[in-house]
């Protein structure tokens, strides 16, 4: 059975640092590109950045570019998020996702999800 389950997230001060983890069971997290999205109250879920499968590129949302950082440890079957200069905009829950297909952000394309964890920046 297919399963992520993401962690890390919290409650942070503007300017602070979060680390999300995406952990991935039932499957070979390394095959597929994995993607990070964002949904806030009221707001619809968008791509925040993706890490490719294929050589571990990556791609940012221009809204968080310079500040976040995706990265992947296949050993532990798991990809991380790094959120640095945390802004009250960014807070939303959090998501990660796979998908077959590289260096997208196209919310259709992916098809397994984990259930999310809550990223609130406030001071």
């Known amino acids: 059975q297919v399963r992520f389950v993401e962690s890390g997230g919290g409650l942070v001060q503007p300017g602070g640092s979060l680390r999300l983890s995406c952990a991935a069971s039932g499957f070979t997290l390394g095959y597929y590109s994995i993607g990070w999205f964002c949904q806030a109250p009221g707001e619809e879920r968008e791509g925040v950045g993706c890490?490719?499968?294929?050589?571990?590129?990556?791609y940012y949302a221009d809204s968080v570019k310079g500040r976040f950082t995706i990265s992947r440890d296949n050993a532990k079957n798991t990809v991380y998020l790094q959120m640095n200069s945390l802004k009250p905009e960014d807070t939303a829950v959090y998501y990660c996702?796979?998908?077959?297909?590289?260096?997208?952000?196209?919310?259709?394309?992916?098809?397994?999800w984990g259930q999310g964890t809550q990223v609130t920046v406030s001071s």
């Open positions: 996702a796979a998908t077959g297909y590289s260096g997208t952000l196209d919310i259709r394309k992916y098809d397994y």
């Open positions: 890490i490719n499968s294929r050589d571990g590129s990556t």
